[in-house]
């Protein structure tokens, strides 16, 4: 009998401390879970926090950016704004003074070229300055406004170079001179085009397609011209067919500058004739292809050689210039 209560009491011990260690186990798991769950979601929102601190930091920095480039662009256009206020002054000075000298002047012939040149240019950049600055509607030129004989309302211009051996030995400074002041007369264009008295192109990139008209791009023309001599026939005509195929257009205003001194090809009229064919006209008559021609003296400067190729040249611009709306200039003097 005390054997039995013995090993019942022997049980009961066992049993309770089973209980107690459970017990004890559950509450420190539940204790374990619980921190595991606290951490987890604490490191979650941290990294969240951290994700959107970024991006806000790196929207700080573009806008900041943005800030600077608009500053920056805001500076040069005062700066610009500023020029381009005195550049009307100067202009406004110079047009009165060739004014003044056309009223003294009885003879309009007696003008040299070069007065006749700054004078249009003058004309032209007041025009254009003070349409940008100033905002003033600016009424486009007549089709018939000239000044000097040389028609100017062209929106796009191509120029065609003769860049054989007697325009490169006799006349390149005086070349580069006149390209300056032509582009000078056209202040700012849609479009500009370089080519040789063959066709070629000066920028391949471009082939066929217009040049933007920007300041650097122009310095960039003059630059490259200096040094720039393709192969030349000393025939102007396969880059003036190549340029009306290339860019003549119903929609445009385009004028070809052929800067030359020789044509050696057979025959005048067959030029003459093939041009027209080439340069249509539209409904009122007008070429679409306005045709300008600058002469240089070498065949008549230089005694070793005949004068038959310059005044062929010279026939032959004055006939495509006449019949295609244009006007030819020939130059007394090789000398810059």
Known sequence: MARA????????SLSFLDVVCCGFGAMILLLTLTKLGQRRGLEAIETELRAAIQKLEEEVYRL???TDVLEHELTGKVEQLSDEQALIARLRGD???IQGQFAATKDLSEINEIVEGRLLAAQQELSEEMKRLQGRIYRRPREDATVGGVPVDSEYIVFIIDTSGSMQSYAWPK???????VLDVYPKVKGIQVMSDEGQYMFSQYARKWIPDTPARRRLILERLRNWGPFSNSS?????????RAFAAADKKVSLYVLGDEFTGDSIQDVVEEVSRLNKKDAQGNRRVRIHAIGFPTMFSQDQWGENTGV????LMRALCQENGG???GLSSTHP
């Open 64 to 66: 900041r950016g943005e």
């Open 175 to 181: 070349m580069l001179k006149t390209m300056e002041e």
């Open 5 to 12: 209560r013995r090993r019942g009491f022997e049980v009961m």
């Open 95 to 97: 047009l009165s003074s």
């Open 327 to 329: 006007a030819f200039v």
């Open 236 to 244: 102007p005509v396969e880059g003036i067919e190549a340029a009306i």
């Open 312 to 315: 062929r040249f010279a026939t």
